[in-house]
T-cell receptor, first 112, second 117 residues
Framework: GQQLNQSPQSMFIQEGEDVSMNCTSS?????WLWYKQDPGEGPVLLIA?????ELTSNGRLTAQFGITRKDSFLNISASIPSDVGIYFC????????????FGKGTLLTVNP | DTAVSQTPKYLVTQMGNDKSIKCEQN?????MYWYKQDSKKFLKIMFS???????INETVPNRFSPKSPDKAHLNLHINSLELGDSAVYFC????????????????FGEGSWLTVV
């Protein structure tokens, strides 16, 4: 089945540091999404990307849709304690394939 | 107002029991989903319904039976619960199947924590 490789699996950083995580796939996607899951909650959409090369920001978050359409990255600048959580990438292929495939998540811990 | 709401949030039950999880969305979306998140936090789609019609059944055991009485509701019934069914089950919805940009945005409920003992 379709798989997304998300890395790193976990990160421990100090408050104020910048963070970068990425997802790669062996197949082409036409949509990349980044979600954050807080403890005890459901995933919440952070950024949606629909076009190869697209670079989109949401506050301190920036994500890019890779040119090859097989990868995406998410950057968080000047991290704060409330950035703690699990970040998931998700991709959807085009055509009749409606499934949204998720990466395995990146657990982010921010030390104040 | 909660966009996607599911109940119960926590459920502890014995092996062999039958249980249901209910889900409702007030976003006016056509498409609803059930996802399972295992202990390693991996999210995997189980079912997708569009306008009450089953679109995706991701090789889920037939002990799991989704039911969509209308497009705002997608309930999940599980028969003969097994220990391996313990997980967090997320209901979600999107505008449509993803053919347009709005349909690609999936909104999740807060999850139902199922523990089978």
């Amino acid at each position: 089945g379709q798989q997304l490789n998300q890395s790193p699996q976990s990160m421990f950083i100090q408050e104020g540091e910048d963070v970068s995580m990425n997802c790669t796939s062996s197949s082409i996607f036409n949509t990349w999404l980044w979600y954050k899951q807080d403890p005890g909650e459901g995933p919440v959409l952070l950024i949606a990307l629909y076009k190869a090369g697209e670079l989109t920001s949401n506050g301190r978050l920036t994500a890019q849709f890779g040119i090859t359409r097989k990868d995406s990255f998410l950057n968080i600048s000047a991290s704060i304690p409330s950035d703690v959580g699990i970040y998931f990438c998700a991709g959807r292929r085009g055509g009749s394939n409606y499934k949204l495939t998720f990466g395995k998540g990146t657990l982010l811990t921010v030390n104040p | 107002d909660t966009a996607v709401s599911q109940t119960p949030k926590y459920l502890v039950t014995q092996m062999g029991n039958d249980k249901s999880i209910k889900c409702e969305q007030n976003l006016g979306h056509d498409t609803m989903y059930w996802y399972k998140q295992d202990s390693k936090k991996f999210l995997k789609i189980m079912f997708s319904y569009n306008n009450k019609e089953l679109i995706i059944n991701e090789t889920v055991p037939n002990r799991f039976s989704p039911k969509s009485p209308d497009k705002a509701h997608l309930n999940l019934h599980i028969n003969s619960l097994e220990l391996g069914d313990s997980a967090v089950y997320f209901c979600a919805s999107s505008q449509d199947l993803g053919t347009g940009r709005s349909g690609n945005t999936i909104y999740f409920g807060e999850g139902s924590w199922l523990t089978v003992v």
